[in-house]
């Protein structure tokens, strides 16, 4: 009834009477109801101008015109003139259409307006065009050259609407074509973070497989690296010599980083599908000390809804067998819950299998404990099974968990008795340790269990080890002898095996149960039992037409078996390229394209040159030191002055260096170098006025000229400071988008405020001394007054501090101890990149030993591997201008599964600079760095009310001098 008013709207003149049938049927469409019979309706309309109506004409027909081609066909002559319309929607919904009537009759027709399309000033309509490429050839292959060319020109398209389209038809039409993507290369790595969602899954995957003909495998180098960041630091005659003596070293190409570099930000997107593209992208092309950082993005998918679950965590399984590192700190996300559907709860028992190891067993087995007792069974004989994989991995819980599966054989559920037989018998096959008193109390269980599985894995154990239960088997069998004839075909043939074993090793109690079995199985309806009886019977009773064979029955059937492989499922799946519907169905699926070996030489880099990259500038230091040299010509006002500059650029040229090795490293090290710097700056007012304010008895003479002498200085830090301010902060921004790390480091050190001056490098006056006012009630006593050359205090100013007191005997200040100890740790060293050798330290707010002006930082040492680590050291340090550090003593060498706890004492010259330094064993050297949160330069004071708020004046005052 409904249809019929449509049709009768329709043939009415006006065009708002048109409008709502046709929006009810797209949206009779929408809901999967069937309009085709509105058909001839609706087609009619496809020649009126009200744009409205032909779009949703369109929409129709790109639905309907592959059923109804005749139809379709009468209209063909509007779809050609409207792919000349004005409006862009129009003539792509036009592009649509044409393609969706599958008729060869019309293919030089598409092929036209393809070709049309492709040229048009409208990216959306370029858009539809790659679409309508792959339709075409589907219809017709032969056209694929032609198509070919076009694909060619769309693929140099600048335009992010298209990319992700003409990619997609790329793969569909000629995968093989590498050539074609060459010059494209940089432009798509570039384009890819702006291009819709599923065209970055598909360039993503295109990508995957262009880097893997085009790179050579940066894998079997990472070796070669570490040792190329040693050698940095060498002289050139050495390095020469090494490298003479070593293959040529691997560097990654640079359109290899620019891949990993710019696909990195996509694992924060919202789409599940992008994110699952760049882990596996980074799972086959990058570096495997660069794979980490895919784990937290696929374990944030596990909040998804349980499909995306199920794809993720297959792939997690998967990378689980050989990365169990990645995804040790998220242990606790792969926990079963109550509300998962039972595929994703298998899968997560799956991977919780594959990160069990000796640190996290012994929790895993009482979570395991808990899924035995689920209502769901099937699980339940999953978490069984998992259970017995653990005890065969992990030679440590091999008895803990077989007394555990003994306990489960007086479980209620049969099917978790059965399950854990079937398990135990495996276990058992694997210890050769005898076992007697658990075959005992699993032939107990004979008389309860009704699952055929379980009864056959009974009486194979009981054969297996007839000779250990001499006692017991014949009595087995006696009670099997008479169940024989209802038994499952499965028990019947263990029966069969047990009474042959029987009559080989106790044939006095055994030779007529055993023949009376063998006459029940001669007659049985299965053929499999009665062939089975007639071979037994020929090779263990000896008669004239025996054989040869029967001399060795008993090596026959009491050989040793070979323990039963207990593996994961996903062990062969990773040939399949990761988030692809083979490595989901374990099977090559159509239209699969295999990823491709390395090649052993990178093939020509040059083929991918266009034009010179804008990004190949952020590679090279160059830039960074332009800029500096104004800073150095702008400091030169002031002795104190030149040298603070000094410093600074002398850091800031040991930190360029350092970015030529590696980027990431070298831009973080720069912006902490710009942060001293600035930090100097603008601290250098105030450091000057607390020196003139320690020399205040010889300055008292001079009265009118301080003041003025006063006023230009501070104009001068001013403009220091503000110019300083803008050179950082252009700096800054030029390379914190490199890392997120530099970025919280610049905030954090510009939040810091200043309460202690800086001492600087003074060559023409060594015994100048600098008193800031955590100095008053300090370490050192202040015994001689210190007098500079130019004071720079008023003689208001100086009255005021006539009274304070410099020497240690002052009660206004006492340090006191922490009231409040965090016992969080930093990581120093990864165990995955110190080969073993973990690192962390802490601050444990106590007073450094090794000096008055030191934090004190306690590193503790764990050996992870199963081997002794000699030689335990502090190797070469890299501090910036004024920092000092007292190591630790070496230490022989750390036990495997030890630990060890030392102290080191730091002077970070109240800043929060880096201190980076190398942490060496006998055989490796590892770069760390040490950046101290600004509370722990502070030490605690008390004092009363009064004192405090004496102090705070005083500070204001200086605070108000220094500005």
């Known amino acids: 009834k409904k249809k019929e008013n449509c049709k009768m709207l329709l043939k009415e003149v006006k065009d708002d009477t048109r409008i709502d049938p046709l929006r009810e049927i797209v949206g009779m469409i929408a809901k999967g109801k069937n309009a085709s019979e509105l058909f001839p309706a609706v087609v009619k309309n496809v020649a009126s101008k009200n744009i409205e109506i032909k779009k949703l004409v369109y929409v129709y027909l790109v639905r309907y015109a592959e059923e109804q081609q005749d139809l379709a ?106 050539d074609l993507i060459h010059k494209n290369y940089r432009k798509l790595c570039n384009l890819l973070v702006d291009v819709e969602e599923w065209g970055q899954v598909v360039i993503i995957h295109m990508l995957t497989r262009y880097a893997r003909t085009q790179f050579v495998s940066p894998w079997k180098e990472d070796d070669g690296l570490e040792d190329n960041e040693k ?42 599908a992008v994110v699952m593209a760049v882990a596996q992208l980074y799972w086959h092309i990058a570096p495997k000390s660069e794979v980490g950082i895919i784990s937290k993005p696929l374990v944030r998918l596990l909040r998804s809804n349980r499909e995306v679950q199920y794809i993720v965590l297959q792939n997690i399984a998967t ?31 799956e991977i919780l299998t594959n990160l069990a190891n000796e640190a996290n067993i012994s929790t895993l087995l009482r979570e395991f404990q808990t899924y035995v007792k689920s209502q769901d069974k099937q699980f339940a004989a999953a978490t069984i099974q998992t259970i017995g994989r653990c005890a065969t991995n992990i030679s440590e819980v091999t008895d803990t968990c077989l007394n555990g599966l003994v306990c489960l054989l007086s479980n209620r559920d049969e099917i978790v008795v059965a399950e854990s037989v079937v398990v135990i018998k495996k276990l058992l096959q694997m210890q050769p340790i005898q076992h007697g008193e658990i075959i005992k109390h699993m032939a107990k269980l004979l008389d309860s269990i009704t699952v055929p599985v379980a009864r056959a894995s009974i009486l194979w154990l009981i054969g297996e080890n007839c000779e250990r239960v001499p006692i017991i088997a014949p009595d087995v069998l006696r009670k099997m002898a008479k169940s024989f004839t209802s038994e499952d075909d499965l028990v019947k043939l263990q029966i069969l095996n047990l009474g042959a074993k029987l009559y080989l090793t106790n044939s006095r109690q055994t030779k007529l149960l055993t023949q009376y079995i063998l006459n029940l199985g001669k007659y049985d309806q299965n053929y499999d ?143 902490s170098s710009e942060d001293s710097s600035e930090h100097q700056s603008e601290s250098g007012s105030e450091s000057e006025a607390e020196n003139k304010r320690a020399g205040q008895k010889s300055s008292r003479t001079k009265g009118k000229r301080d003041s003025e002498d006063v006023d230009k200085e501070n104009e001068n830090s001013k403009t220091s400071d503000s110019s300083d301010a803008e050179s950082s902060s252009i700096e800054g921004s030029s390379s914190g988008s490199e890392s997120e790390s530099v970025s919280e480091s610049e905030s954090e050190s510009r939040k810091v405020t200043k309460e202690k001056g800086k001492k600087p490098k003074q060559d023409g006056n060594p015994l100048t001394k600098d008193v800031s006012l955590l100095d008053l009630d300090d370490f050192n006593p202040v015994s001689t007054p210190v007098a500079l050359p130019v004071p720079a205090l008023s003689p208001s100013l100086i009255a005021d501090l006539e009274g304070l007191n410099l020497s240690a005997s002052s009660s206004v200040i006492s340090v006191s101890t922490p009231v409040f100890v965090p016992m969080t740790t930093h990581v120093l060293l990864h165990r995955m990149s110190g080969k073993g050798l973990a690192a962390h330290y802490s601050f444990p707010r106590q007073p450094c030993i090794f000096g008055d002006k030191m934090v004190s930082v306690q590193i503790t040492l764990n050996n992870t591997t199963d081997r002794k680590i000699e030689n335990i050291h502090i190797g070469e340090k890299k501090l910036p201008m004024g920092m000092q550090m007292h190591v630790f003593n070496p230490i022989g060498s750390l036990e495997p599964g030890g630990s060890i ?38 030490l605690p004071v008390a004092m009363s009310e009064k004192d405090f708020k004496k102090e705070q004046g005083l500070q204001l005052k200086l605070c108000t001098v220094g500005h």
Not at 129 to 135: L, P, Y
Not at 320 to 349: A, C, H, N, W
Not at 906 to 927: G, P, R, Y
């Open 901 to 938: 706890t030392v102290s080191m004492g730091i002077d970070f010259c109240d800043s929060t600079q880096t201190a980076s330094f190398q942490l060496c064993t006998k055989d490796d050297c590892f770069s760390v760095n040490i950046q101290p949160p600004v509370g722990e330069l502070l």
């Open 319 to 349: 990378m689980s067998i050989q990365r169990k590192g990645m995804f040790e700190p998220y242990l606790k996300s792969f926990y079963v819950r109550s509300t998962d559907p039972t595929m994703i709860k298998i899968l997560k028992l």
């Open 231 to 272: 050698d940095f630091y060498d002289s050139d005659e050495e390095q020469k010599e090494k490298s003479d003596k070593r293959k040529k070293a691997y560097t990654m190409d640079p359109d290899h980083r620019l891949l990993i570099r710019n696909t990195k930000p996509l694992l924060q997107s919202r789409n599940a």
């Open 73 to 178: 066909l009468l209209s063909i002559s509007t779809f050609q003139r409207a792919l000349k319309d004005p409006n862009q929607l129009i003539r792509a919904s036009a592009l649509r259409v044409l393609s969706s009537i599958r008729v060869p009759i019309i293919v030089p027709i598409m092929m036209l307006a393809i070709k049309e399309a492709s040229a048009d000033l409208s990216p959306y309509v370029r858009k539809n065009a790659a679409h309508a490429i792959q339709k075409l050839y589907s219809l017709d292959p032969e056209q694929k050259e032609m198509l070919i060319e076009i694909i060619e020109k769309l693929l140099k398209d600048k335009s992010t609407l298209v990319a992700g389209s003409v990619v997609m038809a790329f793969e569909e039409v000629c995968p093989d074509r590498i």
């Open 529 to 671: 039992i009665r062939d089975r009886t007639r071979f037994i019977r020929q090779l263990i009773v000896p008669n004239e037409k025996s054989g040869a064979l029967s001399k060795y029955a008993k090596k026959i059937f009491l050989a040793q078996k070979p323990a039963p492989l207990l593996e994961s499922p996903f062990k062969d799946r990773d040939h399949f390229q990761l988030g692809t519907l083979s490595h989901t169905l374990n099977t090559k699926a159509t239209g699969y394209l295999e990823l491709s070996n390395w090649p052993e030489v990178a093939p020509d880099p040059s083929v991918r040159n266009v034009e010179v990259i804008e990004l190949a500038k952020e590679w090279t230091p160059a830039g960074k030191a332009k800029k500096e040299k104004p800073d150095k010509k702008f400091y030169s006002e002031s002795e104190e002055e030149e040298d603070s500059s000094e410093s600074s650029s002398d850091s800031e040229s040991e930190s360029g260096s350092e970015s030529g090795e590696q980027d990431e490293e070298g831009d973080s090290s720069e912006d």
